[in-house]
């Protein structure tokens, strides 16, 4: 069974960072691609960025406007996402999500497996 463990969330002022790990463990028995997604409270899960299984292709939403920046590193089975110039409406549940094919993917159904989030709030 595939267990997907974010963390690195917390509390930052506004105009600073975060990084977010997602770390996998289990069985996948293929190359893989990783997600990451938010959803804060009344609000629809939002899809931010997506890598690739080689790490050398992503997609991004416009709505984070080059502030985030997805990588990977397959050998300690982590993701990660790098959030800079954060504002009070990146106040969120951050998810990784796995899906078991090697491209990047934008839409949430295509992901087989999901973290339990890690909380993101920014002070204003």
């Known amino acids: 069974q595939v267990q997907l463990v974010e963390s690195g969330g917390g509390l930052v002022q506004a105009g600073g960072s975060l990084r977010l790990s997602c770390v996998v463990s289990g069985s996948t028995f293929s190359e893989y691609a990783m997600g990451w997604f938010r959803q804060a409270p009344g609000m629809e899960r939002e899809f931010l960025a997506s890598?690739?299984?080689?790490?050398?292709?992503?997609h991004y939403a416009d709505s984070i406007q080059g502030r985030f920046t997805i990588s990977r590193d397959n050998a300690k089975n982590t993701t990660y996402l790098q959030m800079n110039s954060l504002t009070a409406e990146d106040s969120a549940v951050y998810y990784c999500a796995l899906r078991r094919s090697p491209p990047p993917n934008r839409l949430a159904q295509a992901y087989h497996y999901w973290g339990q989030g890690t909380q993101v709030t920014v002070s204003s």
């Open positions: 890598i690739s299984w080689s790490g050398g292709f992503a």
